[in-house]
């Protein structure tokens, strides 16, 4: 029987034992690990050792990527006439070029930073312009360790401080990325018993609502009664998609927030919300991805970004919306507030409301 293929991305000599855990917690599972020292990798007698693992990669189904505080070695200069001092200079490191290359194939990659690493990429962040060039990090090796992780922003990254942090991790994603393969095998199913009568239904419906709209009219005195019947109708669809919302927002507080702070926490989690979760472009891509193990990891990953950017710009909150249970319905509801202002504002208001509620709440 074939197995999922699991590729272990790092730098080897700083992150040995983690590697050789994460081996062995791969193997418990009945996956096949790949990684270079262990002989899984077919390597090429006449290219170079890289271009082995690069290659071994895209035979892949996922990829775990760990990132310590070494940058590592050079990959392999696939443009010879490329100049050398400036090709070191800016260069990409095998583990980067790994990382890459499962992105360019589509390959879904679950990324762990050691905790010390990504603290001092905080701080790199914040003082990268004031820093002295000779200026010496406790625990990275090299600023292009930095480069690597902001080319990571998009991405759902989970900090370690032990080997055991990724095994849990890695559990949960595993359970949750079958769940959904399970959903969807059922999803498929009904879809399958139910097409034909959908598309009768549609047929039925456009008829009724033409037939609807013709009596209301009429019924009704005048437009504006009858445009303001469907707002309401609106509006109750956007109250019930707002209540789904906050049974499925978790928002957690590290400290007490004074009074008259709130509106500016509302509106600075608002504005993450709608520049992630609430982004149609954003969801349109979800919805592009064919595989349902993507799709999975897509909104996982959007769910991620939506919680780190509100904990960068407040970190003393923790705020976390399962997209998963409402993307749905938001599809749904965000067709209908961005082709009408009134609807958008009162969505906002709604939105609002929740947020501000919620931060109310004991901490």
């Known amino acids: 029987m074939s197995k999922p293929r699991i590729f272990v991305s790092s730098t080897y000599y700083d992150l040995k034992y983690v590697r050789e855990r994460i081996e062995n917690f791969i193997s418990d599972y009945c996956f096949e690990p790949i990684l270079f020292e262990n002989d899984n990798v077919y390597f090429h007698p006449n290219k170079n050792l890289d271009i082995s693992c690069y290659n071994e990669v895209s035979n892949c189904h996922m990829m775990i990527l760990i990132i310590g505080g070494r940058y590592g070695s050079l990959a392999t200069d696939e443009n010879k006439e490329q100049k050398r001092d400036n090709y070191e200079k800016h260069y990409v490191s095998i583990t980067r070029k790994e990382y890459e290359t499962a992105i360019n194939k589509g390959i879904p990659v679950m990324i762990f930073i050691e905790q010390n690493v990504y603290t001092e990429y905080r701080t790199y962040q914040t003082n990268k312009d004031s820093l002295p060039t000779d200026f010496k990090f406790a625990y990275v090796d090299d600023i292009r360790v930095f480069e690597f992780i902001l080319s990571l922003d998009q991405n759902a990254i989970k900090q370690f401080n032990k080997v055991d942090d990724i095994e849990h991790y890695f559990s949960h994603q595993v359970a949750g990325m079958l769940l959904a393969h399970l ?119 959007l769910q991620q970004k939506c919680t780190d950017k509100i904990s960068i710009l407040y970190n003393d909150l923790n705020v976390t919306i399962y997209l998963y249970r409402i993307k749905k319905q938001l599809s749904q509801i965000l067709n209908l507030v961005n082709q009408d202002k009134s609807l958008k504002e009162y969505f906002h208001k709604k939105l609002c409301i929740i947020i501000k509620h919620n931060l109310a709440l004991p901490f």
């Open 183 to 301: 959903k969807q095998l059922q999803d498929d199913k009904k879809a399958i018993e139910v097409k034909n009568a959908v598309d009768e239904i549609k047929i039925v419906s456009q008829s009724m609502q033409k037939m609807v709209n013709s009596i209301a009219e009429k019924v009704l005195n005048g437009d504006s009664e009858y445009k303001n019947l469907l707002n309401q109708q609106n509006e109750a669809l956007i109250d019930f998609f707002i209540e789904m919302v906050d049974q499925n927002m978790s928002i957690k507080k590290l400290s007490k927030i004074e009074e008259q702070n709130t509106d500016k926490y509302v509106d600075g989690i608002c504005n993450i919300i709608y520049e992630t979760i609430f982004n149609p472009n954003s969801i349109a891509e979800i919805e592009k991805k064919d595989n349902v193990l993507e799709k999975f990891k897509a909104i996982e990953d």
